[in-house]
């Protein structure tokens, strides 16, 4: 997995103090040369409007205006594009505090490693079948790879509780309910699968938004600066979220395409205590991966996808930060 620690320098990546902060439309943006320093990156190149921060573990690619970023070949969404003063480029402090520093540093994330406790939810079920195409329904292929996860999971030492483990109907509130009824330490997956046009595919993973962050697809709007329950853990979010689904970019390889890791305001993300991601793991309405979806191989392939990620995940966060930070 290649969420990995990096040498941390003297302070939070919230912090002012040592960085190049401007303001543009109203909001704070730090240079990318403030990030190269302070990441220990080994080099930073642009080319036209491309750039690169790269060291030994990480290469990380920008484009100016764009609001996507690679990290060594993941996709993730900013809530704000790309900037530039002058001739240097500039990243939203929201997108540096909020996604950058917690996949760089996922050991200076507090309290996040200690659980052996892992939540699946299978989306829909019951009167609700999800998404549908000829072969079958969401809500079966949701529940088929959170039983194979939950097998391999065992076998590796964790405890897995299941929202539900037949075709049962349950609501939102009684998903997060349930949930949070778990009173050790977890982390929270809940399984699903996608529908759109014929030409939509590939996977997604969703954290819940931020304060100040919108819904994925529409505009911010007043509800959107509050707190929710699911924002005590914006740091374990995003980590959780690069590690499942960097894990199930590289088992299902070719047979995939990445959308993304993005931030929603999705209910079971927005009330559940612990650590929490939401999972798209294909489109039914792609005529090639609507029989995907229904192979066995390639739902074990999600599922173990979601096992190695887990293991990576708890390791990572486990890791001590350094107790004296170097200059």
């Known amino acids: 997995m290649w969420i990995c620690p990096l040498t941390a320098p003297l302070h ?19 240079s990318l040369e403030s990030m190269k320093k302070f990441y220990n990156f080994a080099k930073l190149t642009r080319t036209g409007g491309n750039l690169v921060l790269e060291n030994s573990k990480v290469e990380m690619k920008l484009k100016v205006g764009g609001n996507e970023c690679l990290m060594n070949g993941v996709k993730f969404v900013f ?27 996922p050991n200076f994330i507090k309290n996040a490693g200690d659980f052996r406790t892992v939540i699946l939810d299978p989306g829909h079920g019951g009167k609700d079948p999800g998404a549908t195409n000829s072969i079958g329904t969401e809500a079966t292929y949701n529940l088929k790879i959170a039983e194979f996860a939950k097998a391999m999971l065992q076998q590796k030492g964790f405890k897995v509780v299941m929202t539900r483990t037949t075709n049962t109907y349950l609501s939102l509130q009684e998903r997060v309910n349930f949930a949070n009824a778990i009173r050790e330490n977890a982390v929270f997956i809940s399984i699903h699968h996608n529908s759109g046009g014929r030409a939509a595919r590939g ?11 919108s819904h994925y697809g529409r505009g911010l709007i007043a509800a959107d600066n509050q707190a929710r329950t699911g924002n005590e853990h914006d740091s374990a979010n995003i980590a959780l979220a690069t590690s499942v ?83």
């Open 203 to 213: 996977i997604e993973t969703f954290t819940l938004s931020p304060p100040g962050v």
């Open 79 to 105: 809530t704000h594009n790309v900037s530039t003063i002058g001739d240097k480029a500039y990243v939203s402090r929201m997108d540096l505090a909020k996604l950058i520093d917690p996949v760089l540093r």
């Open 245 to 327: 689904h960097g894990s199930i970019l590289r088992r299902l390889q070719k047979h995939t395409f990445d959308r993304g890791i993005k931030r929603a305001r999705f209910s079971v993300l927005s009330g559940v205590r612990h650590p929490a991601i939401l999972l798209e793991g294909g489109f039914m309405t792609h005529p090639y991966e609507a029989r995907l979806i229904a192979n066995e191989t390639y739902q074990k392939a999600v599922a173990g996808g979601i096992v190695d990620a887990i293991v990576k995940y708890r390791f990572a966060v486990s890791s001590k930060a350094p107790a004296k930070p170097r200059n």
């Open 12 to 30: 939070a990546a919230t912090a002012t103090a040592g960085w190049e902060v401007a303001k543009i439309e109203g909001r704070d943006y730090v």
